[in-house]
């Protein structure tokens, strides 16, 4: 036999319980400015709202305020890592802080068209990694969307506030050479889906060695398998390769499995750099050198550049120190 629904508590629910109008509920919960309601009764429509478990409409919410409170982040198809989810618990405190709300949509355009999404949810911003069409720009700025794009290769679509990531590429080879290295490898992913990041990262790499006049970084894939990983490692070593920046500390974890596998040791036989300071980076035997990002600190800019959109006001700049090295022994 089917069960009932349950009916859903209303804030005629908490007002009778409270024993006050619907209206002082209304004005309790939503903290409605010069309203003469005694701290008692304010007290008890908090508490009834608790016992009942009210949760008050977003949609009547929105009615009510002119806009909504959500902010829609479109996560492209990528894998979901420690460095993500710290990202994307920052972010929704510093929103929060905010009074503002993030919902998170993993996958890409073809599992839902974006239109779709953002028509559903009706939110005050939409923070996405891809571009979009003059049309689809077109229809939620009339919508009252605002839109983030973050690293955007297009000027005047969008908003760019996340780290450029040829910074992250560009730390790491800053600090092999300042150790005295001058031939570098460079470890990329075997992971199609995180190209988006491993290119500019790269092309930093890159960048940092063209400003010195040193060679060209010796690029290899590098899978997260150790046999694969050792191969890689010979055949760095065979070119003249002293250290290696890796796309991650995932990837450099492999390669230092590599170095052991092939009887080396790092850095004395070959130097090893990280981007993200994950937990296991400081278990690993040698602790791995990495190039971390300050998320707490990136996730109240993230939030701060989405508010200036939503008031059409001038994008802050991003602090500077958000990125550093966190030395340990592997480099």
């Known amino acids: 036999m089917t069960e009932p629904a349950t009916k859903r508590v209303t804030s005629a629910d908490v007002a009778r319980l409270a024993g006050v109008s619907r209206a002082t509920v209304s004005y309790v919960l939503n903290d409605t400015p010069r309203q003469t309601i005694s701290a008692g009764t304010r007290d008890r429509v908090r508490e009834a709202a608790a016992q009942l478990g009210y949760a008050p409409s977003a949609a009547a919410r ?3 305020t002119g806009r909504s409170d959500v902010v829609l982040y479109l996560l492209p198809d990528w894998p979901i890592g420690p460095e993500v989810g710290l990202a994307l618990e920052a972010l929704s405190s510093a929103l929060a802080r905010h009074g503002l709300t993030l919902v998170v949509h993993p996958g890409n355009r073809e599992d839902r068209p974006m239109t779709e999404l953002w028509k559903a949810i009706t939110p005050a911003a939409v923070i996405a990694y891809a571009e ?15 839109l983030v794009v973050a690293l955007s290769r297009k000027r005047g679509h969008g908003r760019e ?5 040829e910074l992250l590429g560009r730390r790491q080879a800053e600090h092999l050479v300042r150790a005295g ?17 491993a290119e ?13 006049r040193l060679p060209t970084p010796v690029g290899l894939t590098v899978p997260l398998d150790p046999a694969a990983a050792a191969d890689a490692v010979r055949r760095w070593r065979a070119t003249g390769v002293t250290a290696v920046c ?3 500390d995932e990837v450099a974890l492999a390669v230092l499995a590599g170095v052991r596998l092939v009887g080396l040791s790092a850095p004395d036989d070959l130097a090893v750099i990280g981007v993200d300071d994950i937990p296991p980076a400081r278990l690993a035997e040698p602790a791995l050198t990495t190039v ?30 958000v990125v550093r090295v966190v030395t340990r022994a592997s480099a």
Not at 161 to 165: I, K, M, N, S
Not at 181 to 197: E, I, K, Q, T
């Open 62 to 64: 929105t009615l009510r």
């Open 161 to 165: 506030l996340a780290v450029p990531q």
């Open 200 to 212: 500019p990262r790269l092309a930093g790499v890159r960048a940092a060695c063209a400003a010195r």
């Open 181 to 197: 290295h001058s031939r570098l490898g460079y470890a990329y992913p075997d992971d199609h889906r995180v190209r988006f990041f």
């Open 246 to 248: 890796a796309y991650n």
């Open 132 to 146: 979009f069409s003059d049309a689809e720009i077109a229809a939620m700025r009339s919508a009252g969307v605002a």
């Open 292 to 321: 971390a990002t300050d998320q707490s600190v990136l996730g109240a800019h993230l939030a701060a550049t989405v508010v200036a959109a939503m008031s059409g006001r001038v994008a802050p700049t991003l602090p500077t120190g």
